[in-house]
């Protein structure tokens, strides 16, 4: 008894798996897959650059993210104006320096990060430094006032 008992609980359970032609037997969409999370600003961007010199600010991943590590997309928001010779890289996620600006600050620079998703997420306010360059002094006086050139505390070669 027991026997024919399992055997039919177990022939109802097949029935019941079983795939019915003209019937949709799949789970509906986005059952069990994970959520995607926008992208998450982890700090306050600090790009400084220093006057004639040419360089990259990375971004990503030390300023922004993403949970899933979806390809993101950066820009400028229209607040921000770049200042001369800065202009955003998205291809590398890197705000690039082409070294052409003069010594300055712009304030009130918010970029936006973005996925496949349209829906992107701003950045914190924060600041485009570029610093002057420094003077490498060409003359200069000695501690007995003789005038020199060059750099100064540099050794000579002595013969």
């Known amino acids: 008894m027991r026997q024919v008992l399992a055997l039919l609980l177990l022939a109802g359970s097949l029935a019941f798996a ?5 019937v949709n037997n799949s789970r509906p969409e986005g059952i069990g897959e994970p959520p995607n999370d926008p992208p998450v600003w982890n700090n306050t961007p600090t790009p400084i650059f220093v006057e004639d010199v040419v360089s990259s ?3 990503v991943p030390t300023d922004v993210s993403d949970p899933e590590s979806d390809t993101l997309t950066i820009a400028d928001e229209a607040g921000c104006i770049l200042p001369t010779g800065v202009t955003v890289d998205d291809a ?3 705000i690039d320096y082409a070294g052409t600006g003069t010594a300055g600050t712009t304030t009130d620079c918010v970029f936006s990060a973005d996925e496949a998703s349209n829906d992107p997420v701003n950045s914190p306010v924060f600041s485009i430094v570029i610093n002057a360059a420094s003077a490498t002094p060409t003359g200069w006086q000695d501690y007995n006032g003789t005038s020199r050139s060059g750099v100064p505390g540099a050794i000579a070669s002595q013969t």
Do not use: C, R
């Open 57 to 59: 600010y990375s971004l």
């Open 92 to 94: 590398n996620d890197e």
């Open 18 to 22: 079983q795939s019915y032609p003209g």
